[in-house]
């Protein structure tokens, strides 16, 4: 049996096991939004995660490689991913007033499902039909472990949250979209920080 340590000296694998832990910890920040929106204004809530973010990795930034703070891309590019984070954000807070942490999960990650998609229909790019199958697959996947009806909000009112939270996931996606292209043109430490950075000013 692969030893855990060979596997994770592999880019790949490493890169994996990562996206699978982060998944893990943004899953449960919609309970806790959720939660939080009853009590706290929308905009303070993403202030906060996003300074928070920025916060923190600034100081490391500073202590082990603060001179990639100068880079210009970084800054460019942080300031348009921080506009997007900063809609997202605000706007699944937002619609987790009127819908569930259940709903809101599901129809947000569907944005992984409709970034193949924006790039197909915006950027011309090409998905093989495995791909297409495989969306559907994962599509129909998440609806069953997330979407459950709930009676706790109105159906109306819970329709209108989806509908604030599917626009939100479509923005989403294309954040990642941009994300993967940005990352390739600067330090990714200094696109993160200046996304949170200014995500975190926007959303103030």
């Not at 906060?48 to 800054?75: D, H, M, T, W």
């Not at 093989?128 to 997330?146: A, D, M, Q």
């Not at 941009?178 to 330090?187: A, E, L």
Request: aromatic share 14%; hydrophobic share 50%; glycine share 6%.
């Amino acid at each position: 049996m692969t030893k855990i340590s060979d596997l994770l000296k592999n880019k790949n694998s490493l890169a994996i096991v990562t996206l699978c832990i982060a998944n893990l910890i943004w899953g449960s920040t919609f309970v806790v939004v959720k939660e939080s929106v009853t009590y706290v204004d929308t905009f303070i809530i993403s202030f906060v995660r996003c300074g928070v973010a920025a916060f923190l990795l600034g100081i490391y930034i500073l202590i082990k490689r603060p001179q990639i703070l100068l880079e210009i891309n970084s800054l460019k590019y942080g300031f348009i991913l921080g506009l997007i984070l900063a809609t997202i954000y605000c706007s699944q807070a937002y619609a987790l007033e009127y819908t569930t942490s259940s709903h809101s999960a599901f129809i947000t990650v569907s944005s992984t499902i409709l970034t193949p998609v924006v790039l197909v229909l915006f950027y011309k790019s090409r998905e093989h039909w495995k791909g297409w199958i495989s969306i559907v697959v994962v599509f129909v996947g998440i609806y069953l472990l997330t979407y459950k009806n709930s009676g706790n909000t109105s159906s109306a009112g819970q329709v209108y949250g989806d509908f604030i939270t599917l626009l939100a996931a479509i923005v989403c996606a294309f954040q990642l979209i941009y994300s993967g292209k940005f990352v390739r043109k600067s330090d990714f430490l200094s696109l993160i920080f200046y996304q949170f950075l200014f995500g975190a000013l926007l959303s103030s």
